[in-house]
Nanobody, 125 residues
């Protein structure tokens, strides 16, 4: 059974930084495809932020390119999201997700089978 647990959220001022972590269990090498970060801003739908593929490559939403960096530590089964130059528009609940079947759209909500409980990120102006 796959379990994802996020940590690292908090409150910062605009221009600040945060690092999110996602500890995965049950997501083994044999069934691994992509792990990703999503977020849901107040009053909006959940959207993809960044995806980390099994070959080590990454995909980013246009809104975070150049500011966010996704990375993975296979030895510790942990996914990270380094967020720099945060903006108030980055406020929301951030979710870690994992999927088994690979497809071209790695930031599609519907392609992920496993989700964490979420961690709150608040950026003040």
């Amino acid at each position: 059974q796959v379990r994802l647990v996020e940590s690292g959220g908090g409150s910062v001022q605009a221009g600040g930084s945060l690092q999110l972590s996602c500890l995965a269990s049950g997501y083994t090498t044999n069934n691994r495809c992509t792990m990703a970060w999503f977020r849901r801003a107040p009053g909006k739908e959940r959207e993809g932020v960044a995806g980390f593929h099994r070959d080590g490559s990454a995909t980013y939403a246009d809104s975070v390119k150049g500011r966010f960096t996704i990375s993975g530590d296979n030895a510790n089964n942990t996914l990270y999201l380094q967020m720099n130059v945060l903006e108030p528009e980055d406020t929301g609940i951030y979710y870690c997700a994992a999927r088994h079947a690979c497809s071209e759209d790695s930031l599609s909500v519907g392609s992920y089978a496993h989700w964490g409980q979420g961690t709150q990120v608040t950026v003040s102006a």
